[in-house]
């Protein structure tokens, strides 16, 4: 324990909230221990010289909480943040910020997978998902979307298929075509200058290969996905 005179611990108790728990020989936290800060929030675990270093649970007074390792204060590691709306995140952190491989599980019960601008979302309600490259959250570059018997593949931007791609059927056979956009038709009665409506994606398809090409037949196209972020913004 701190050989500090009362007097010291009382301004740090002022300073850093009240804590319990291990010091070293200079009097800083060290060691297991526990703290609640002035702002409500409340800490549970290691310290190395006075800063949460290790192994530790952190709790907002907002409901969220992390478990998981700590650096000189910050998320720095392994571990799990649960957001207040019952979402969570599991994977990799660096200085405070998710970084790395992680799992990220809405709570509506979708979730996403990957690292880097590559992943996997999976869908809770029609257990669809999309497999591929991400740019800000958006479906963005190279990936597929898997349904139950079939599935696309080929390039998207801001979450929609766009060019050469194609659909693959569980009977053997591929649908080869073109996702485009169309122009929507002039209006008689829209006023010079004005737009009837916005483009619609149109999927054409332009031929088939494969086994079993008799029975392959074009799909809908794929629908739009309405995608979440995967990187949600970080609780406070």
Not at 94 to 99: F, G
Not at 151 to 161: E, L, S, V
Not at 163 to 183: A, Q, S, W
Not at 206 to 222: K, L, Q, Y
Request: charged share 25%.
């Amino acid at each position: 324990m701190s050989d500090v005179g009362s007097d010291g611990l009382d301004e740090e108790q002022n300073n850093l909230g009240e804590y319990s728990g291990g010091r070293n020989e200079a009097g800083e936290r060290h060691g297991s221990g526990q703290a609640t800060l002035p702002n409500g929030d409340s800490y549970q675990g290691l310290y190395v010289e006075g800063r949460r270093s290790g192994q530790g649970t952190y709790r907002f007074k907002n409901g969220a909480r992390y478990i998981g390792d700590f650096c000189n204060n910050i998320k720095h590691g392994q571990g799990t943040f649960y957001y207040p709306d019952g979402s969570t995140y599991e994977g990799s952190w660096v200085e405070d910020m998710r970084q790395g491989h992680g799992i990220y599980t809405y709570a509506n019960g979708d979730k996403y997978d990957g690292e880097d601008g590559q992943g996997t979302y999976w869908y809770h309600d029609t257990v669809s998902s999309y497999r591929g490259t991400w740019s800000n959250g958006q479906m963005d570059g190279a990936g597929e979307v898997l349904h139950s018997n079939h599935h696309y593949k080929g390039r998207f931007t801001d979450n929609h298929p766009t060019g050469p791609g194609k659909y693959v059927f569980d009977i053997g056979c591929e649908l080869h075509g073109d996702y485009i956009l169309t122009e929507p038709p002039e209006h008689p009665d829209a006023d010079e200058g004005e737009s009837s409506s916005s483009s619609a994606l149109k999927w054409v398809p332009r031929d088939i290969t494969g086994r079993r090409v008799g029975t392959c037949e074009s799909p809908a196209p794929t629908p739009d996905l309405e995608m979440r972020s995967a990187s949600p913004e970080d609780v406070k």
